[in-house]
């Protein structure tokens, strides 16, 4: 069997090895993006008038909107296939096994449609009968975090990852679930050109491809009149666009350059494991700590409605929205990822200053591992009062982001609105 192997004949061939594994190990930070999406949608679209006054939009099965409308919806899926494929540099096309036919058998009907959109066929998705447009968004915003891109490459174990044509999973752990959805929460556009060379399965992220393929059915809703699935396939939307305000879902490796990375891609080659582990677990604590951090001191700020909090004005703030210009296709890419990137660094260095040494530090501990009820806000107790506003306001500063953000994207969809 060695005999069939090509050697690694050291120079690049063996870096790139070293390198190759090294970002193969980070899986466990790409656990989760911002806890709580719900929440800070909530918050990001209440002063938006537009969807407030949306008071009751009557709800409508999957079935039934992709039984009135399959005949429609089959030439979109297949003109946004066209478009992907020409507009996305790293596009797994879909299989022609996957493309939308339509049928007069409701639950096959169901069954295509997820395959030909290629998320978790396994899901139900249930609808009320009634809801605001608000909720109606809030809710959806986080469905992407509950199974819909789970299981979806050939190597995780599911019948469906096998048929989508997504191939093996890039990067983390195929085995555990919600590593399989990484890929399509996390996009690392702006890596040192080495890193590339290097790791080239970093370009295969997918979230674009989402944003774009359930903004097109969002509209496509909304103008053949089904207020319900316009919300909802734009709710989806949102949430791979929030992601990627989250520093550590645009970045590999914060606060570490290239450099140093690939001197502790060396290091682990000639047997010296232990400095490139150590790196993972902190970057995995750090990633960690920040979300647990931000689900705490929000909905902390929620529950007690106390709107003195600078997380939620942040959230509300709408005076940046018109700095980012319009919505576009390279939005999500060109603005949010960037910005989200540019933070990546100073993000990774105020977690340092401030949480306890022993979980941004000490790569022995494993966070939420550990300790694994951990509460974040008890052990800021006792810290100055202005380093514990040093950090409010950054993350502050990150929620303004996601809020601009969301209300740029809900406004791109916003003339299809309708008043229900
Ligand atoms: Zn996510």
Same mark, same amino acid.
């Given at each position: 069997?060695?005999? =069939?192997?090509?050697?690694?004949?050291?120079?690049?061939?063996?870096?790139?090895?070293?390198?190759?594994?090294?970002?193969?190990?980070?899986?466990?930070?790409?656990?989760?993006?911002?806890?709580?999406?719900?929440?800070?949608?909530?918050?990001?679209?209440?002063?938006?008038?537009?969807?407030?006054?949306?008071? +009751?939009?009557?709800?409508?099965?999957? @079935?039934?909107?992709?039984?009135?409308?399959? &005949?429609?919806?089959?030439?979109?899926?297949? !003109?946004?296939?066209?478009?992907? #494929?020409?507009?996305?540099?790293?596009?797994?096309?879909?299989?022609? !096994?996957?493309?939308?036919?339509?049928?007069?058998?409701? &639950?096959?009907?169901?069954?295509?449609?997820?395959?030909?959109?290629?998320?978790?066929?396994?899901?139900?998705?249930?609808?009320?009968?009634?809801?605001?447009?608000?909720?109606?968004?809030?809710?959806?915003?986080?469905?992407?975090?509950?199974?819909?891109?789970?299981?979806?490459?050939?190597?995780?174990?599911? @019948?469906?990852?096998?048929?989508?044509?997504?191939?093996?999973?890039?990067?983390? =752990?195929?085995?555990?679930?919600?590593?399989?959805?990484?890929?399509?929460?996390?996009? $690392?556009?702006?890596?040192?050109?080495?890193?590339?060379?290097? @790791?080239?399965?970093?370009?295969?992220?997918?979230?674009?491809?989402?944003?774009?393929? /359930?903004?097109?059915?969002?509209? /496509?809703?909304?103008?053949?009149?089904?207020?319900?699935?316009?919300?909802?396939?734009?709710?989806?939307?949102?949430?791979?666009?929030?992601?990627?305000?989250?520093?550590?879902?645009?970045?590999?490796?914060?606060?570490?350059?290239?450099?140093?990375?690939?001197?502790?891609?060396?290091?682990?080659?000639?047997?010296?494991?232990?400095?490139?582990?150590?790196?993972?677990?902190?970057?995995? =604590?750090?990633?960690?700590?920040?979300?647990?951090?931000?689900?705490?001191?929000?909905?902390?700020?929620?529950?007690?409605?106390? +709107?003195? +909090?600078?997380?939620?004005?942040?959230?509300?703030?709408?005076?940046? &929205?018109?700095?980012?210009?319009?919505?576009?296709?390279?939005?999500?890419?060109?603005?949010?990822? $960037?910005?989200?990137?540019?933070?990546? =660094?100073?993000?990774?260095?105020?977690?340092?200053?401030?949480?306890?040494?022993?979980?941004?530090?000490?790569?022995?501990?494993?966070?939420?591992?550990?300790?694994? &009820?951990?509460?974040?806000?008890?052990?800021?107790?006792?810290?100055?009062?202005?380093?514990?506003?040093?950090?409010?306001?950054?993350?502050?500063?990150?929620? #303004?982001? /996601?809020?601009?953000?969301?209300?740029? /994207?809900?406004?791109?969809?916003? +003339?299809?609105?309708?008043?229900?």
């Amino acid at each position: 069997m060695a005999d =069939n192997t090509p050697p690694l004949r050291g120079g690049l061939g063996e870096l790139k090895y070293a390198i190759l594994f090294l970002w193969g190990c980070l899986s466990p930070s790409f656990a989760h993006a911002w806890s709580e999406h719900g929440m800070l949608t909530a918050e990001a679209i209440s002063g938006v008038s537009e969807i407030q006054k949306v008071t +009751s939009v009557p709800g409508e099965s999957l @079935a039934g909107f992709l039984q009135a409308e399959q &005949d429609t919806l089959m030439k979109l899926l297949a !003109a946004e296939e066209g478009w992907l #494929r020409r507009h996305q540099s790293h596009y797994p096309k879909r299989p022609d !096994a996957l493309i939308f036919v339509p049928t007069d058998d409701a &639950d096959l009907l169901v069954k295509r449609f997820l395959r030909a959109i290629r998320v978790n066929p396994e899901l139900q998705f249930q609808t009320p009968a009634a809801a605001s447009a608000k909720d109606i968004l809030i809710a959806a915003s986080d469905e992407p975090d509950q199974g819909l891109d789970i299981g979806l490459f050939e190597n995780n174990g599911t @019948a469906f990852g096998k048929e989508y044509g997504f191939g093996k999973q890039p990067f983390g =752990n195929p085995l555990l679930s919600y590593g399989s959805q990484a890929p399509f929460h996390m996009g $690392f556009y702006n890596e040192a050109w080495l890193s590339y060379q290097l @790791a080239g399965y970093l370009r295969r992220t997918y979230p674009e491809f989402r944003i774009h393929l /359930f903004r097109t059915l969002s509209e /496509f809703s909304f103008q053949k009149g089904h207020a319900y699935w316009g919300y909802r396939f734009a709710g989806w939307a949102i949430h791979y666009i929030q992601d990627f305000t989250q520093p550590y879902h645009s970045t590999v490796v914060p606060g570490i350059g290239s450099a140093r990375l690939l001197w502790l891609g060396v290091l682990d080659l000639f047997g010296n494991n232990e400095p490139k582990a150590d790196q993972v677990q902190l970057v995995t =604590n750090r990633h960690l700590v920040l979300e647990k951090y931000e689900a705490e001191i929000v909905k902390e700020a929620v529950t007690a409605k106390n +709107s003195k +909090s600078i997380l939620l004005q942040a959230l509300r703030e709408m005076s940046y &929205d018109e700095d980012y210009g319009r919505y576009y296709d390279g939005y999500a890419r060109a603005k949010v990822a $960037f910005e989200s990137n540019w933070f990546a =660094n100073d993000t990774d260095a105020i977690l340092e200053k401030t949480f306890p040494a022993k979980w941004v530090s000490d790569p022995s501990y494993h966070f939420s591992i550990t300790e694994p &009820d951990i509460q974040v806000l008890p052990a800021l107790k006792d810290l100055p009062a202005d380093q514990k506003a040093e950090m409010e306001e950054f993350l502050a500063n990150l929620m #303004r982001h /996601f809020g601009s953000h969301t209300r740029n /994207f809900l406004k791109s969809v916003q +003339s299809y609105f309708q008043n229900s």
